[in-house]
């Protein structure tokens, strides 16, 4: 199977750093996906890791280590418009290329 | 830019109404899918297609079908609609699944009402 699992909901300080973690378990692995998800949006894609270590893309980026199945979204300097819904989303081996949703974590970003 | 467009953005049918939710993506995109999204349950896979024709069930496939007659449009259809079908409908479409980094890009969505 692939379970997912990230935290409910956190909650932050504009101007804050805050960590979304994320853990899976699979017998095969194909590439880790984070999308954000703004109320009443559709989702869209932040980044994709499928390699160890750290992608930095602006004010987020993206760890993985596969060994651990375990994955997390860092966000830094937080504005009020980073409060949304943050999916975690993983993909697979085998040549499969679906992937398998986490049921998201709610961010809310305090002034 | 990709873009993918959903038919509706709400919709409200009686119980027992077949419905069809109508999806298409301009951008080439071999896979198309269909999901559900619910509060504390997340996304869930209903069925999705890899190719003109070609359709596979996903996660929850039950009380839906699909049709894709051309490869840009991938309809979902409830047969009879019932009050637990209530839900937002998501559709996605990406790049053929040999290529590596290919995330899904995402309708609005539409959200359904069934009384």
């Known amino acids: 199977g692939q379970n997912i699992d990230q935290p409910t909901e956190m909650t932050a300080t504009e101007g804050a750093i805050v960590q979304i973690n994320c853990t899976y378990q699979?017998?095969?692995?194909?590439?880790l996906f984070w999308y954000q998800q703004h109320a009443g949006e559709a989702p869209t894609f932040l980044s994709y890791?499928?390699?160890?270590g750290l992608e930095e893309k602006g004010r987020f980026s993206s760890f993985l280590s596969r060994s651990k199945g375990y994955s997390y979204l860092l966000l830094k300097e937080l504005q009020m418009k980073d409060s949304a819904s943050y999916l975690c989303a993983h993909r697979g081996s085998g040549g499969s290329y679906i992937p398998t949703f986490g049921r998201g974590t709610s961010l809310i970003v305090h002034p | 830019d990709v873009k993918v467009t959903q038919s509706s953005r709400y919709l409200v049918k009686r119980t027992g109404e077949k419905v069809f939710l109508e999806c298409v993506q301009d951008m080439d995109h071999e896979n198309m899918f269909w999901y559900r999204q619910d509060p504390g349950l997340g996304l869930r896979l209903i069925y999705f297609s890899y190719d003109v024709k070609m359709k596979e069930k996903g996660d929850i496939p039950e009380g839906y079908s699909v049709s894709r007659e051309k490869k840009e449009r991938f309809s979902l259809i409830l047969e009879s609609a019932s009050t637990n079908q209530t839900s937002m409908y998501l559709c996605?479409?990406?790049?053929?699944?040999?290529?590596?980094?290919?995330?899904?890009?995402f309708g609005n969505g539409t959200r359904l009402t069934v009384t």
């Open positions: 996605a479409s990406s790049l053929s699944g040999t290529v590596g980094n290919s995330p899904l890009h």
């Open positions: 699979t017998s095969g692995f194909n590439g």
């Open positions: 890791n499928v390699l160890d």
